[in-house]
């Protein structure tokens, strides 16, 4: 019988040893699974990010030679780069104000000590207005209502968050309320499909705020987390169109007083300074909380993203670097900084300055 006890507890701490072990391999697989996706997303956000860095980094890199003298055709050199790389002339005169403080401020002469102090700028900039970020949590459903030009990528932009949500273990539903123009609910199904969502719609030319309100009650039966609702691309001149945005929020405050939690105003940055008045014209008429990007990866007109941000103080929210459904990232400061400035010349800079 001993002989018996003595078996039993050997195997027992035989097992115990082995799910310890086991547990740890799934740690150690878990944490390189999510490092290896960290970098995969890095590198997306690096090569999303080529034509802007071309235009606007290689460019810095450039005229920022080690050894150059910092001198009054250099800074103007600067401020041509800068607006050429549709930084905004609003935004780069302050970049260039602080440029030319902290040249007389520390007595810089070496123009490559420049570089990283227009980095850390950019980095500034990009980081003010992100204390406004509402939190999910405790909160549901959360609705985040869609709005912005024709074409700009809306119906894309909420089929890839469904996605991104829903890895994050969320409960999605999305509400089709682009029923103006034709096949828009095909086009947003085929997303849901793909994302592996429910979505609500109604025939074509229905009342989008019906659209909206039955989304949001399917939710709260369904105890969902967050929903998600598209709308029809209106130009901001549009009255009727405007007033259709403001009823879809009215109607829905019945079910839930403080909705829409968000209204994401989506931006095609290949459009340039054109997103910067489209924003200007949009905050105007409606609660814009936060911004998406889209389109960073066919454009050099990156630098936009950085007018933006100035100019508005509304986060940016998400970047679209491509058309796959993976393509939408969470806007990182720092994470796009570093993709956008991380080049062979930034290394050599960066070793001269520091030598
Ligand atoms: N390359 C690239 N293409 C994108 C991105 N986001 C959207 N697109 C493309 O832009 C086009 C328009 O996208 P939609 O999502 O239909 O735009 P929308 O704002 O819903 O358009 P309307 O409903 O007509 O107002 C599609 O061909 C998308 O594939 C992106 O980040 N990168
Ligand atoms: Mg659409």
Redo the contacts with the bound molecule.
Sequence with gaps: MALFDKFKEKVSSAKEKMSDKMAETREKVSTAVSNTKEKLKFTRLRE?LTKTRTNLVNRLAGALLPGRKIDEALIQEIEEILITADIGVKTTTAIIASVRTRVRKEGLDNAAELYDFIKQEILGILQQGRDKIKSMADNKPFVIMVV?????????????LALNFKDDGKSVLIGAA?TF?AA?SE?LEVWAERADVPIIKQKQGADPAAVAFDTLQAAIARDADLIMI?T???LHNKTGLMAELEKISRVMKKLKPEAPDEVFL?L?ATTGQNAIQQAKEFTKVAPVTGLIL?????TAKGGVVIAIANEFKIPVRY?????KIG??QEFDPAEFVNALFETEESHSNADAAAQ
Aim: hydrophobic content about 30%; charged content about 30%; aromatic content about 0%.
């Design positions: 999303g912005g030009v024709n074409g700009v990528g809306k119906t894309t932009s909420i089929g890839k682009d123009r828009a086009q598209d029809a691309g209106r989506v095609d889209t389109k960073l990866d066919g970047i679209g670097v491509g058309e393509d939408l």
